[in-house]
């Protein structure tokens, strides 16, 4: 008699905790919920405030937790509410106050960021959703990934699309990278480091206990 085959552990911090529910309206009732949870720690993470020569938030290290914990349509849907949440006048955003959330908020400096946020989420959750964080080295190499493709989101936007003071669109490439990139390089290798490290060793442990428990 064969033993039967042990199933693959599922492969998101969401998935884990609280599985996919079998029936429509729950499965909908917990994306709704884990959205709504995705949003509220981008704008807590975005009024966390880390001391240095050019002050940073918590939000790129949030937006790698987020594709890690919910998968990739989660994740986006995350990012998502909450640049609706400040489209739509609520303080979400780093700097609101003192600055007016809204419409022509996301059209400032930082408007492309925000979409990198979401294409980076998006990334790092397909490839969750595919296991990588069955292999620490892989899950790394993602993450650096998704980073570099919302630094060059936000990089563009801002040196050709933003619009500024002036009314004009864009500053130009090199200031671009002078103010919009260069000053945050070290602060977000910081950051990809500690979610390397972690993530993959709390899914790993969470897998454990959640087998052991079992």
Request: charged residues 5%; positive net charge; aromatic residues 8%.
């Amino acid at each position: 008699m064969q033993n039967a085959a042990v199933p693959a552990p599922a492969t998101t911090f969401a998935r884990l905790v609280w599985p996919v529910a079998s029936g429509r309206a729950g499965a909908l009732a917990r994306a709704a919920c884990l959205a709504v949870v995705g949003s509220c720690l981008l704008t807590i993470s975005a009024k966390v405030q880390v001391p240095g020569p050019v002050p940073m938030t918590l939000q790129t290290l949030v937006v790698m937790a987020l594709g890690a914990a919910l998968g990739a349509r989660l994740a986006v849907a995350a990012v998502v509410l909450y640049v609706v949440q400040g489209a739509l006048g609520m303080p979400v955003f780093a700097n609101t106050p003192p600055l007016v959330p809204g419409l022509a908020y996301l059209f400032g400096p930082t408007g492309g960021f925000l979409l990198g946020f979401a294409a980076a989420a998006g990334l790092i959750g397909a490839a969750a959703d595919r296991g990588a964080m069955r292999s620490p080295l892989y899950f790394a190499i993602v993450l650096a990934f998704g980073n570099v493709v919302l630094l060059a989101i936000g990089f563009a936007w801002l040196a050709l699309v933003a619009q500024t003071a002036s009314g004009g669109m864009g500053i130009g490439f090199a200031k671009a990278w002078a103010i919009g990139v260069q000053p945050f390089m070290l602060a977000n290798t910081i950051k990809l480091a500690i979610a390397a490290l972690a993530i993959p060793l709390l899914y790993g442990a969470l897998v454990r206990r959640l087998g052991s428990a079992g």
